[in-house]
């Protein structure tokens, strides 16, 4: 069983800063894209920001030049530092990994979701 599991959120006057980070652990034979995504209340979740494992990155266009995603491959980890933040900024954070298991011999692909992490951004 794999599991990821977020921390970092809270809530933080606009202009601060906050770091995300997601661990992965269980039965991981590899990783291959780890990514945040958001949903704000009443809204569809969207992506924030994807890592590929050789670190090819995508930022949403409303994030750019203000969040940064890293990833530790060695330690499974995917890591989002959102800096200059702004109320719109406001949602549950959540981290996606596309892991695959090992088991009698064959892969398995797996597309996991942390349970998300709460932002809060007040003006």
């Known amino acids: 069983q794999v599991q990821l599991v977020e921390s970092g959120g809270g809530l933080v006057q606009t202009g601060r800063s906050l770091r995300l980070s997601c661990a992965a652990s269980g039965n991981i034979f590899n990783i291959n894209d780890m990514g945040w995504y958001r949903q704000a209340p009443e809204k569809q979740r969207n992506l924030v920001a994807t890592?590929?494992?050789?670190?090819?990155?995508t930022y949403a266009d409303s994030v750019k030049g203000r969040f940064t995603i890293s990833r530790d491959n060695d330690k499974n980890t995917v890591h989002l530092q959102m800096n200059n933040l702004k109320p719109e900024d406001t949602a549950v954070y959540y981290c996606?990994?596309?892991?695959?298991?090992?088991?009698?011999?064959?892969?398995?692909?797996?597309?996991?979701w942390g349970e998300g992490t709460q932002v809060t951004v007040s003006p």
């Open positions: 996606n990994a596309h892991v695959q298991t090992l088991s009698l011999d064959q892969l398995h692909e797996l597309d996991l």
């Open positions: 890592i590929t494992r050789g670190d090819s990155i």
